[in-house]
């Protein structure tokens, strides 16, 4: 871990990561938004994302403070930089557990023993990834969000608010489950599913 770290989005959700990186040993922390300007957190707003080429020093980790899934993946696969990996203190991390870089895991959630989690994923407040989960790279699983054990989550994914997913479930890429969704039975076609039990939204 370096001394810097530079969050690409200065709103909520950075805030909540600028935390987090504090909790993790960071004392030298910036923001970098296209829109917003001055201060956040306390710490300076840098630049824009434009500027990240001159940022990228060699001594700097990055994050990406975005909850939107693709926008995430395109700020990834734009910039080759040294992606932080952050866990809040309180977040359970079982046994045999992976984590790709750039991913952020925040307070009070539990991932147990042997899930797999991908790149730059959020497993936000509170949520749990039960054991053999498999997350594919940009997956947002939101507060309070249950996966049962041994399910697989395709890229992009968004688990919503509250929502529950059964064991043994499969959930393909680009998928939006509503928040308090309960998903039952394997999802196999992209969009947005909603209600318990959930089903797709024409």
Excluded at 148 to 169: F, S
Aim: hydrophobic share 45%.
């Amino acid at each position: 871990m370096r001394n810097r770290l530079i969050i690409i989005g200065a709103g909520g959700h950075g805030k909540v990561i600028a935390d987090i990186a504090m909790k993790n040993g960071y004392t030298n922390i910036g923001f970098v938004d296209d829109r917003a300007s001055g201060m956040c957190m306390g710490f300076p707003i840098v630049g824009i994302c434009a500027d990240m080429a001159a940022l990228n020093d060699g001594n700097t980790d990055f994050v990406i403070a975005v909850g939107n899934n693709r926008i995430r993946r395109s700020i990834a696969e734009r910039f080759d930089v040294s992606w932080a990996k952050l866990i809040h203190p309180s977040a359970q991390i079982g046994y045999g557990v992976t984590i790709g870089v750039g991913t952020v895991i925040m307070a009070g959630a539990v991932v147990n023993p042997d899930a797999s989690i991908g790149r730059h994923c959020i497993i936000n407040t509170a949520a749990v990834i039960e054991h053999d989960n498999m997350l594919g790279n940009y997956v947002h699983v939101s507060p309070n969000a249950a996966l049962g054990g041994t399910v697989a989550v395709g890229e992009c994914t968004h688990i919503g608010v509250g929502a529950a997913v059964r064991n043994n479930i499969s959930i393909c890429e680009d998928c939006v489950i509503g928040a308090g969704a309960a998903v039952v039975r394997n999802i196999t076609e992209a969009g947005t599913y909603m209600g318990a039990p959930a089903k797709k939204k024409e």
